[in-house]
C-alpha cells in the first residue's frame, strides 16, 4: 500500500500591516443594518399590520366596554344611594362596592385606551406579536370567566 502524503501548511509571514478605514467600516455596517431591516419590514408589514389592527380595536373596544360598564355601575350606586333607607347597612355596602367596582373599571378602561392608543404607531413587529397574543389571551380570559359564572338555564 502507498502512504498517504500529508499536507503541511507554511507560515512565514513575518510581519502584516493591515489599515482598517475604520469609518467607511461602520459606515458599511450601519448600511447593511438598514438594508436588513427594510427587507424584515417589507416581508412582515402585511402581518403585522393585521395584527396591529386587530389587536388596536380589541384594545378600544374594551376600553369602550369598561367605560360604558363603570358608567353603568355609578349609575347603580347613585340610584341606591337615593333609595338608601337608614335601617338598613346592606345598602349601603353595595353602594360602597358598586362605586369602588367603577372606579377600577374607569382606570382600566384608561389604562387599555392609552395602551391601544401607543400600539397604533408603534414599529417593532416582536412588540406588535407580543401585544397581539396578550391580548388574545386576555379576551380568551375574560370569555372563560363570563362561561364559567354564567347561569345554565
Known sequence: ???????????????????????KLAHAIVNANKKT????????????????????CLLYGFSILCLLTSLGLFAVG????FEFNSAEYKPLIE??????GAFF???LA?????????????QDKNYVATVFSNTMSMFALIVALIALFKEVG
Not at 37 to 56: G, L, V
Not at 78 to 81: A, G, P, R
Not at 95 to 100: E, F, G, P, R, Y
Open 105 to 107: 373599571l374607569l382606570l
Open 37 to 56: 431591516q427594510y427587507d424584515e419590514n417589507a416581508e412582515y408589514s402585511s402581518s403585522r399590520e393585521w395584527m396591529k389592527f386587530i389587536a388596536t
Open 95 to 100: 353602594i360602597a362596592i358598586s362605586i369602588i
Open 1 to 23: 500500500m502507498a502512504k498517504k502524503k500529508r499536507n503541511t501548511v507554511v507560515n512565514n509571514i513575518d510581519s502584516v500591516n493591515i489599515e482598517i478605514d475604520y469609518d
Open 110 to 122: 384608561a389604562f387599555t385606551f392609552l395602551a391601544a392608543k401607543d400600539l397604533d404607531g408603534e
Open 78 to 81: 347613585i340610584k341606591l344611594t
